[in-house]
C-alpha cells in the first residue's frame, strides 16, 4: 500500500479484507509480481494516470485462480477455472498476496513458464508489440535503434524483432549489459552502443552509418535529438518513456526535474514534414478500455516462437523488499523484468 503519492517511503505492508467477488471477477493468489517503471513513477507522484490518495501500486501479476464468481463461469463462459495458472494486468493493485482481477485481463501462463515469467510478460510485452506492430510497423530488413535494450521492454522487442528479420542495434547503459546481449541475442558488438553523453551521436552513427528506419525509446532528454537525426527519410521514432526525467531519490527533487523538463527537446512539426519523418508516441494505460484490442496483441505475440525461451527475469525480491526492488529498478542497473514474490 502506497500512502498517497510523493515518497517511496510511504510504502508499506497492511492487512485488509478483500470484498467478494462480484460477476466477471476471480480471485487470484499471486505468486509473483511484475515492476515496471510505472510502478515507480506513480509512488513519486509523477504518473497521471495514478489514483488519488492512498492506493495499492502495480499493474501486473501471475498466480492462480482460487474462486471465480458464479455467473461469470467455472471454465464454460471465461474459459478459466479454479487452479488454472494465470497471469493478468490491473489498473493498480498487484502489489498484493491475493486480489480480485476482472477475467477479461486474465491470461493463460504457457505451461513451460513460471510464474515469475508469468508476471514478466504482459505489460513490457504488449508496449513491445503496440510500439513494434502498430506503431512503429516494423518490416522484415529494415533497421530499428532500441533504447534500454536489456530492460524488460527492451529485450522483449529484440524478441519481436528478431522474428520479423528487423536489423537491431541495441542501446544500453552499462557494458554488463553490452555483454548479456552479445551472449543471449548474439548481437555483434558493433551494433551495441553503451549509451555515453558525450559520444553517443557519433557511437550510433558508427553503428548505422546509413541511418536506421525506426527507434524505440523511452529514455528521451539529451539521447532524443541525435536519435531522430539517425531516422533516414521515412523513418518513424515511436516514443514511450522518459526514464531520463526518473529521479534518483526516494522522493522528487522539484527543483532538478524541473531544470530537465523545461529544457527538455522539442520538435516542430512543420520541420518534420520536410525532414519525411514521423513521431509517434503512447501511453498503454490509455488503451486500457480496449480489451479486444489487447487480446489481439497478446494472440499475435503468442505465436511468435516464445516456447523454450520465456521472458528474462532479471532480480527477484521478496515482499518485505518491495521499497529495495523499487529503489534497484530506479538505479538503473536492472537487465530484464524486476520481479516481487509475496
Ligand atoms: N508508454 C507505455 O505504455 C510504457 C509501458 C511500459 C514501459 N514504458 C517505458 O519503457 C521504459 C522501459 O520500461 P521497463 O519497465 O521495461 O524498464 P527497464 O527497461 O527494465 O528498466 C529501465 C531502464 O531504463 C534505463 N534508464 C535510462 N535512464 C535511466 C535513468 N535516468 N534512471 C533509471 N533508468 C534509466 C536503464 O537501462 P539502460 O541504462 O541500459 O538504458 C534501466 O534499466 C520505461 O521508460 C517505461 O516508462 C512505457
Redesign the pocket.
Known amino acids: 500500500m502506497q500512502r498517497g503519492a510523493g515518497s517511496l517511503d510511504r510504502l508499506e505492508i497492511r492487512t485488509e479484507t478483500l470484498p467478494p467477488l462480484i460477476a466477471g471477477q476471480a480471485r487470484v493468489r499471486v505468486r509473483a509480481i511484475g515492476?515496471?517503471?510505472?510502478d515507480v513513477?506513480a509512488c513519486l507522484g509523477l504518473y497521471s494516470a495514478t489514483p488519488q490518495g492512498d492506493f495499492i501500486p502495480g499493474l501486473e501479476f501471475a498466480g492462480e485462480i482460487e474462486a471465480i464468481h458464479e455467473t461469470t463461469g467455472g471454465g464454460k463462459k471465461s474459459g478459466l477455472k479454479k487452479g488454472d495458472r494465470v497471469m493478468g494486468l490491473i489498473r493498480f493493485g498487484a502489489y498484493a498476496t491475493h486480489l480480485n482481477a476482472d477475467v477479461r485481463y486474465l491470461y493463460t501462463i504457457p505451461k513451460e513458464w513460471s510464474f515469475e515469467e508469468g508476471a514478466a510478460f504482459l505489460?513490457?510485452g504488449?508496449?513491445a508489440q503496440?510500439a513494434i506492430a502498430h506503431l512503429g510497423h516494423v518490416q522484415r530488413g529494415e533497421t530499428v535503434l532500441v533504447?534500454?535494450?536489456?530492460?524488460?521492454?527492451?529485450?522483449?522487442s529484440l524478441f519481436i524483432l528478431k522474428s520479423i528479420g528487423a536489423r537491431v542495434i541495441a542501446?544500453?547503459?552499462?557494458s554488463e549489459?553490452a555483454q548479456y546481449l552479445s551472449d543471449t541475442f548474439k548481437i555483434p558488438p558493433t551494433d551495441i552502443v553503451i549509451?555515453n553523453p558525450r559520444t553517443f551521436a557519433r557511437a550510433i552513427r558508427s553503428s548505422a552509418p546509413d541511418g536506421v528506419d525506426v527507434v524505440l525509446d523511452?529514455?528521451y532528454?539529451k539521447y532524443f535529438k541525435p536519435q531522430y537525426n539517425l531516422l533516414r527519410a521515412g523513418g518513424r521514432y515511436v516514443l514511450?518513456?522518459?526514464?531520463?526525467?526518473?529521479p534518483?531519490g526516494t522522493s522528487v527533487n522539484y527543483a532538478a526535474l524541473g531544470i530537465k523538463y523545461f529544457s527538455r527537446p522539442r520538435l516542430d512539426p512543420l520541420t518534420m514534414i520536410s525532414d519525411n519523418k514521423s513521431l509517434l508516441?503512447?501511453?498503454?494505460?490509455?488503451?486500457w478500455d480496449r480489451i479486444a484490442f489487447l487480446r489481439s496483441m497478446f494472440d499475435d505475440m503468442m505465436k511468435l516462437p516464445w516456447k523454450g525461451q520465456p521472458p528474462a527475469v532479471?532480480r527477484v525480491f521478496s515482499f518485505e523488499e518491495t521499497r529495495e526492488a523499487m529503489r534497484f529498478?530506479?538505479?538503473?542497473?536492472?537487465?530484464?523484468?524486476?520481479v516481487i514474490k509475496p
Open positions: 515492476l515496471n517503471f510505472a513513477f505489460a513490457q504488449l508496449t503496440y533504447q534500454s535494450a536489456a530492460g524488460g521492454v527492451g529485450l522483449l542501446v544500453v547503459g552499462n549489459k549509451r523511452a529514455v532528454g514511450f518513456g522518459a526514464a531520463d526525467l526518473m534518483s508516441a503512447f501511453n498503454l494505460i490509455w488503451l532479471g529498478f530506479q538505479s538503473g542497473k536492472s537487465t530484464g523484468k524486476v
